[in-house]
């Protein structure tokens, strides 16, 4: 049996043509094909990331019929205490990447990006996350990727993500991470 035929029909919702694609990539390592669900789906303000993919994944388990998945990411700051964390979103586009530079100034750096995808296989909720570290760089550089992108520079590298091409994104981005543990969990189903 294929994993095409095994992992028949695995549709991904999102409105951002970005996380499909990285996620795709993964997939597409993987043998398997997905679908893209291009939706917008209103996401609760809460302060764990956990939660608020959950709570999007049971909200729209009403409107989607059959198996689905998501996923909400946010960027962790430490000398912030975390933020803007689960509050990424809002923080992007009201101060965005030149006020995140702005309020670190002076502070230590260091940060990380957490996804968490919500997989409803049809009965039940499963989750899975993915964690990349870094550090806010000193200026906004590079063109690709999107959102914190240009802000944020893996731990052991000298790029920030948006100079990187999809490929080195997606071997080591906090997204595939999660998506490797979401396609291991497949495997095991099978
Ligand atoms: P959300 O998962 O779409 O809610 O993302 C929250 C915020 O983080 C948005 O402003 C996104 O643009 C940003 N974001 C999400 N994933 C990434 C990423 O992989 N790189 C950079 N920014 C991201």
Known sequence: MSDAF????????????HKFMEIKEVF???????????????????????????DSARKLSSEIKG??????TGLYID??????????????????????????????RSCH??????????GSYLQFSGILKGHISIEIRGNGGFG???V???EGHKLTLAEMDIGMKSSISHRSI???KFISHLRAGR
């Open 67 to 72: 198996r689905f998945f998501l996923e909400d």
């Open 79 to 108: 000398s912030l205490k975390g933020f803007p964390g689960p509050y990424s979103s809002y923080v992007a586009g009201t101060i965005g990447n030149e006020g995140i530079l702005r309020l670190i100034e002076g502070l230590d």
């Open 28 to 54: 597409r390592r993987e043998g398997i094909a997905i679908e893209w669900i291009k939706k917008k789906y209103e996401e609760i303000q809460a302060d764990n990331t956990e939660y608020i993919s959950l």
């Open 113 to 122: 990006f957490l996804t968490v995808i919500t997989y409803f296989d049809g």
């Open 148 to 150: 914190y992108d240009p």
């Open 6 to 17: 095994a992992i028949d029909r695995l549709r991904f919702v999102t409105s951002n043509q």
């Open 178 to 180: 999660a998506t490797q």
């Open 152 to 154: 944020f520079i893996p």
